[in-house]
């Protein structure tokens, strides 16, 4: 086996290794800053903000599970559904494999602001670990923002304004979806 195939297969070589990491970041990079993994970042932050009079933290997480789980499993199954006009139709496996694959962003744009909530268990201030969650996905949504302007080969007053914009817009949304629950 040559190298170039020994680092494609993933295996023990070095390289390989660090290949096969670099797939995954790009991966699950692409999943946050997706269409779906932004519009998640949006409603986790939104489902957090609007649970500010829960008794405690784990009241919002269980809000917050539930509530995406819900959403996810209606975006697979409006891919599954919508898969069926096309001709010809993919198996439904596909259809399901896709749809999981296409809205996997959204199920993990909870994992940050969920796992700063659980810190208030491990002795966290409650209120700290709430705004902390809260605050995590404004913050990620100006990370999307840079990233997109540093991809696109903009230089760094685009990126800061890349940011801003990013979380300007991202708040104003996450106010609208408040004021409409």
């Known amino acids: 086996m040559s190298e170039t195939d020994d680092a494609s297969a993933g295996t023990d070589h070095p390289h390989g290794i660090r290949q096969t990491g670099a797939h995954h970041a790009r991966r699950l990079l692409s999943a946050y800053s997706g269409e779906h993994g932004v519009y998640g970042i949006v409603l986790v932050t939104a489902l957090i903000a609007g649970e500010i009079d829960a008794d405690t933290d784990d009241d919002v997480i269980v809000f917050v599970l ?43 744009a909870m994992l940050i602001p969920v796992a700063l909530l659980m810190t208030a268990g491990l002795g966290v201030d409650e209120w700290v670990a709430y705004f902390a969650a809260l605050f995590s996905g404004i913050l990620m949504l100006g990370a999307i923002g840079y990233l997109n302007a540093r991809r696109n ?16 817009l991202g708040i104003v949304i996450i106010l609208l979806s408040i004021a409409a629950h």
Do not use: E, Q
């Open 153 to 168: 080969g903009s230089r760094w007053p685009w990126r800061i304004a890349g940011v801003l914009t990013t979380m300007l």
């Open 66 to 108: 539930g509530t995406v789980a819900v959403f996810w499993l209606a975006h697979i199954y409006a891919a599954v559904v919508a898969s069926r006009a096309k001709r010809p139709a993919p198996p439904l496996r596909t259809a399901i494999r896709d749809g999981v694959r296409h809205s996997s962003g959204m199920a993990l």
